[in-house]
């Protein structure tokens, strides 16, 4: 069963190279995930959509998505109480609409 997760970040102004350039060249390889997109959904908020192999890899890849966020964490804004840098959701697929 394929898992996907949502990831949403605040870059700080002038910081969305760097934002972006920590995920290009396959520094956002991680074991499992079958395909990812970064979308931009305003002026600095971005989301990043994975699609992963099954939700245990997902959860097998999470410590590996942390040190990915660890190594670019600075270009990120709180984005409110109680959610530090990231606000980010994961689940089973339960229906493929491109199908």
Request: aromatic share 8%.
């Amino acid at each position: 069963m394929t898992a996907c997760n949502v990831v949403k970040f605040r870059v700080k102004p002038g910081r969305e190279q760097q934002f972006l350039d920590a995920h290009g060249n396959g520094k956002a390889n991680w074991p499992g995930l079958t395909r990812a997109f970064i979308v931009k959904t305003g002026e600095r908020d971005y989301c990043i959509v994975g699609e992963w192999a099954s939700p245990q890899a997902l959860v097998e890849a999470r410590g590996k998505m942390i040190a990915t966020l660890d190594t670019f964490r600075d270009t990120l804004e709180e984005l409110g109480p109680g959610l530090g840098v990231t606000d980010a959701v994961s689940g089973a697929v339960v229906m493929n609409l491109s199908a």
